[in-house]
């Protein structure tokens, strides 16, 4: 049984599509990465997966139970990490663990708040108020926090979003040995990164819909190709070369001061400046090339 | 990881989630408690000092045979249930939904608005019951003499709070920026805590505003603990009787309120 299937969800906030006819079953003991520009359909998606949205038309599945009719007991066997911090801050580390493990009436409280504090690496701050705590402290609660109940989902929305590279790090770690651990995990991120380096299949979604799915070697196999060329210069000859590699159809896109030219080894002769960087193609590439947004 | 099979069975209202919902609310006020503490036994001495005793031994010695200070005493009782009741779940529920994200979190776990709402007013009526008492407290230091009656106070502010306190949230759930708060505390707040028969009778107010009090939850309150203080009488069942009515379906309007606010 998959943890998750949705078909064909759609959500409209009044004349905005959020979510528009999107289509995704993730089976258990993956870590699927929903990959997407800003407004592209993430966080609604999220939220319909809790109950804390209700889809305009469209099923969802969550680990067997029909939603919205059955959120509450799906939610209890799921953890959600949000995007923005919602820890009580006044309230020690410790009670923020053990309210969240009795409102998932967790039999064992204290052994799950344990447990909670050593996933967070928090055991020896344990009865701090939380405002006391550093960026990345928090955010390692937070997660903490989503699992305090064991859950058999992890839905974590963002979850890096706005972190400096060090604190990232240090969360992708954590996400990474609860993925080996075969926890299922759904993970939106607009970072391409983030997404290559956790997750064993990226959905791209655009406009409120998956517009393609693989593992991030497949992705990048079927969209970008094995090379990628950057070519730097001023404006005039970049447009030159565009021009060219377009006629000559490639698939060209900008790369902030440079233009990519995506799929470089089917280029003829002449067709990639001598000066131009090579490099493999990447997720970013098949991001871009797909969603049409600069990566970040 | 917990099995599908293992999965414990959830339904409405359930005890043990409201009282979870209620304990996030306690670890929160164990950090502030002393504030809110002094606030309400100061701010009883303080209108007992200056009615009680400054009109008191002024203009006023007694109303219907009642110490004046007494009057103003056990009338305060209202006044410390509303302003911690209606005022809190106002406040508190606007910045838990808007500003702390709070109910995300809460609601991202098995509880339902239902749920939450619920145990948001238990806990404020649970609060407004031991604050609502302060003031009777405080005028047995003026000369109110215990009653076993007394001890039915607790329940009638706590019956109230609910009200107020699904009031507050109501108007939480109602606005979109949280200065609109204050048309509802000049237009409505305050209006009911001036005809609440606190300090003065309302049989000496016209007619129309001694009619308009009988349908004000405050004056029900005034009268309820006036009564338990000095003797009960057979309408007090009925004043309490509605004020559970209006407890129940205010409530019903919380929760509906608040299901729109905060399920997309």
């Known amino acids: 049984m998959p943890a998750i299937e949705l078909h064909n969800l759609k959500k409209s906030f009044g004349p905005i599509n959020a979510v528009d006819g999107l289509d995704l079953v993730v089976e258990e003991g993956v870590c699927l990465g929903l990959l997407g520009p800003n407004g592209a359909g993430k966080s609604t998606t999220m939220k319909m997966l809790t109950g804390q949205a209700i889809p305009d038309a469209g099923e969802i599945r969550v680990l067997g139970y029909k939603l919205p009719r059955e959120a509450k007991q799906a939610r209890a066997e799921m953890g959600v990490v949000p995007q923005l911090d919602n820890l009580d801050i006044d309230v020690t580390v410790e009670e923020n663990l053990a309210v969240f493990a009795r ?131 001023p404006p005039d000859r970049l447009h030159e070369v565009r021009s060219a590699a377009e006629d000559a159809g490639l698939r060209v896109r900008s790369a902030g001061p440079a233009i990519a030219i995506v799929g470089a080894e089917m280029a003829g002769p002449g067709l990639v400046p001598h000066d131009a960087i090579h490099r493999a193609g990447s997720l970013e590439d098949v991001f871009v090339m797909l969603t049409g947004e600069e990566a970040e | ?154 329940i009638f502010a706590f019956v109230t709070a609910l009200a107020f306190s699904a009031f507050g949230i109501t108007m939480a759930a109602s606005v979109s920026k949280i200065d609109q708060f204050n048309y509802v505390t000049t237009l409505v707040i305050t209006p009911l805590f001036l005809v609440a028969g606190t300090f003065f009778p309302i049989d000496q107010l016209p007619q129309g505003f001694q009619i308009a009090a009988q349908f004000n939850p405050l004056y029900q309150l005034v009268q309820l603990v006036r009564d338990a203080c000095f003797g009960l009488e057979p309408v007090d069942a009925l004043r309490f009787l509605g004020l559970l009515i209006l407890a129940f379906v205010l409530w019903r309007i919380a929760i509906r309120r608040m299901t729109r606010r905060l399920i997309i």
């Not at chain 1, 963002?158 to 040995?177: A, F």
């Not at chain 1, 299922?184 to 299949?201: Q, V």
């Not at chain 2, 409201?18 to 701010?43: C, D, P, Q």
């Open chain 1, 103 to 233: 409102l998932y009436r967790v039999d064992d409280v204290p052994a799950a708040v344990e447990r909670a504090l050593e996933i967070a690496r928090l055991t020896d701050r344990r009865k701090e108020a939380v405002d006391r705590l550093s960026g990345g402290m928090r955010r390692r609660l937070l997660l903490a926090r989503g699992l305090v109940h064991e859950p058999r989902l992890l839905l974590l929305d963002e979850p890096t979003v706005g972190l400096d590279p060090q604190i990232r790090t240090e969360l992708w770690t954590l996400i990474d040995g609860l993925r080996s651990r075969g926890t299922t995990i759904l993970m939106s991120t607009h970072y391409i990164e983030e997404a290559e380096r956790l997750a064993d299949e990226v959905a791209v979604v655009a406009d409120g819909r998956v517009i393609a799915r693989a593992t991030p070697k497949e992705l990048i196999a079927e969209h970008a190709g094995e090379k990628t060329a950057e070519v730097y210069g």
């Open chain 2, 1 to 154: 990881m917990k099995s599908a099979e293992g999965a414990r069975t959830v339904r409405r209202l359930e005890p043990a989630v409201i009282l979870a919902v209620m304990g996030r609310e306690l670890a929160n006020f164990r950090t502030f408690w002393k504030s809110t503490a002094f606030t309400s036994t100061f701010e009883p001495i303080v209108y007992l000092l200056a009615f009680g005793l400054g009109l008191g031994s002024t203009l006023v010695a007694d109303v219907d045979g009642i110490d004046y200070v007494q009057f103003v005493g056990t009338g305060l009782v209202a006044t410390a249930v509303v302003f911690s009741s209606a005022l809190p779940a106002m406040f508190g529920t606007f910045v838990k939904e808007r500003f702390q994200r709070t109910y995300d979190a809460i609601l991202a776990a098995p509880v339902d608005v239902e749920e939450l709402v619920t145990a948001e007013m238990l806990w404020i009526g649970l609060r407004s019951a031991i604050f609502g008492c302060f003031p009777l407290i405080v005028t047995m230091f003026f000369g109110l003499e215990p009653e076993p009656t007394m001890l039915l106070v607790p």
